[in-house]
């Protein structure tokens, strides 16, 4: 029978890919009417990108992404904290890709639909409800005008419908909406100037006021005119009230480039890059708690439904493509049943809830402030400030919780065996 997808982003599509790899059938169904190629700029790490390569999409994605050479974290006053090589200048044998959202979603939503077919993605199908048979589900769905949008028999439901999941609705009917944790991210794309080695991932600041820039074209970047994604936060004061999220909210300078005037570096002018945005959106930052339990039946979560995390350490799209990739393995071995949706549970739940949870503390990013606290007015060099262990030690923990250690992911086996490939 085939297996059901609620929702058609990243982590649907990839799990749509994967299933149709090992010769299952699967059909996804999305909310919205129409698919577009929205958002801004996000990373891939090399444990994710090994996993879209096994699906045969390197060539889509280094003809628009960027192979990110190396991440560098600066003070407020730019000076160097840390840096240290990224994806195949780290010794992996996979790359780290910077891309555009909306670039990365299309290019999984073409080869969906070459591969399984226009006819088995659904738009305009929003899930309310399901139930168990005695072998499968059978799931409904309205449309945009709240009428019934038919009901579909399938042997498992894969809820991989985001943050405001459906899904997730039902079984937590109690959860209410996601957490805010007083941060705004406000997210733009410009076209800008070359900097540091031109493909340099920088952040600089610290835990309430931080910059994060990098190039996402790879044509654009060639050309020596790099489209540059950034990102402009601000941690607001406990008592601060804030609209409530909305990622297709258009941001407005005024309302945060007044905390970055003075961001000119030497390298890097950072107010120029915020006031030459194509275009800014406002994405306050938002989690879950995490779950003790995704999986009811033949029903699972996947991705941001699963464990909505904040976006550090480039992890959110990276952990939904791993998720996809473990349950199809899983199914690969025991079958569209109840025990491969445990047995894909067992291994990714534990993982990802260290991960939410170590964002919450802001993951790598941790180095920054500790060098706020401690030299809040500057230093000359950063070993005045942290020491080279401890800068050490925080990046490799990250790398540890997150799964993309050099050594160990070199040495792993594809997490989709060979022999388990139909498709």
Known sequence: MTVLVAGGGI??????L???????????????????????????????????????LLDRLEETGIRTKELAYFSK????????????????????????????????????????GS???????????????????????????????????GALLIGADGIHSAMRGKLYPQEGPPIWNGRILWRGVTDGAPFLSGRTMIMAGHETLKFVCYPIDNAATERGKPVINWIAER?????????????????????????FTDWRFDWLDVPGLIRNARYCFEYPLVDRDPLDRWTFGRVTLLGDAAHPMYPIGSNGASQAILDARVLTREIAAKGETQAALEAYEAERRPATTQLVLLNRGNGPEQVMQLV???????????????????LEGIAANYKRVAGFQVDALNAKPPIVPAEARVG
Not at 11 to 16: I, N
Not at 137 to 142: D, G, H, M, N, S
């Open 235 to 259: 941690h607001l004061p406990p008592d601060y009230q804030w609209r409530r999220e909305d990622y297709n909210r258009q941001g407005k300078l005024e309302e945060f480039l007044p905390w």
């Open 18 to 56: 994967s299933l149709h790899q090992i010769g299952v059938p699967v059909r996804v169904f999305e909310s919205v009417t129409e698919l577009k190629a929205v958002g801004v700029g996000i990373n891939v790490l090399p444990h994710a990108c090994r996993e879209l390569i096994d699906l045969g």
């Open 11 to 16: 982590g649907g599509l990839t799990v749509a």
């Open 119 to 153: 006819d088995n993605i659904l738009t305009g199908h929003h899930l309310t409800d399901w139930t168990e048979t005695a072998d499968g589900v059978t799931a409904r769905f309205t449309g945009r005008d709240g009428k019934s949008a038919g009901e579909y028999q």
């Open 77 to 116: 006053h730019g000076k160097p904290i840390w840096s240290e090589p990224r994806g195949i200048e780290a010794g992996y044998r996979w790359p780290q890709i910077s891309i555009h959202r909306g670039t990365l979603h299309q290019l999984l939503l073409d080869a969906a639909r070459e591969r399984i």
């Open 372 to 390: 706020e606290e401690r030299a809040p007015n500057g230093y000359n060099v950063v070993t005045e400030v942290l020491s080279q262990q401890e």
